[in-house]
């Protein structure tokens, strides 16, 4: 099997196999960047050595980031060159367990109320009212907007997942101002031609009007934290999350100050 044809099978495979367009993407990356390490050699005769040589010799900015590039080579171990994956053998690095940061409430509410362009103020307000992903955000359509059931329908989110979120009577207000400026035709929030709102244009609004020193993902750890402490069933939050394990969602039980408050100190 020539080295060329690789990256086509492996394109095949993971539509055939529904993956998202995102992993798609991330893993195809990584699957050239091995394959170009290979130098002449035949990838069909690569060994565990070569992929460990890899690993040994990367300079990986995060454990997600090495356990991604894991995952991709093993898929074309797996799903492209049939081979027996067992074969090869290397340590997988142990996850960090990091305390997602939370802002406060009032300076959120504060900073979005003096938000003057529509569109960027629609953006920040919805994703913070019911802890949207930035890569569910640009792909919301209209449609997705049921005023008369006052829901949101999220499609194909992380993991290939829909789910229905609760629509503020607040937020479709916004909604409806920034509908008869921008008059929008396909996605909710779009660009230049009408095509989706890209995501690195949500992470710059983002820094100008919140906090530049964080990330956008803190209006979604914000949201569900907060939703925590005013009292909102930990069962409820993993639904809105689209969290398939619970473990995912205690994580904000880690980062309530009120939860903490509680806590009576033994001196």
Known sequence: MKNQK??????????YLNYSDRTKDNYISHIKRFIESLDDKQIIHCSSFDFQTYLNNYKFTSISQQNQIINSIRFLYKEVLCKKYNKVTFKRPRSEKKIPKVIDTDFIIDKL??????????ILTLIYSIGLRVSEIVNLKIEDI?????????????????????LSENVLKLLRKYYLKYKPQNYLFSGKGYQKYSISSCQKIYKKYIEKES???????????????????????????GHSSSKTTEIYTNVSNKLLNKVKLPI
């Open 6 to 15: 690789i990256i086509k099978i492996c394109e095949q495979k993971f539509i």
């Open 113 to 122: 109320s003096k938000i003057k362009n529509i569109k960027h103020k629609a």
């Open 146 to 166: 049921d005023s008369k059931r006052m829901v949101i329908h999220i499609k194909n989110a992380k993991g290939k997942k829909d789910r229905i979120l609760p």
């Open 215 to 241: 990330s956008i993902y803190c209006l979604r750890h914000s949201c569900f934290t907060h939703l925590l402490e005013s009292g909102t069933n930990l069962r409820i939050i993993q639904k809105l999350a």
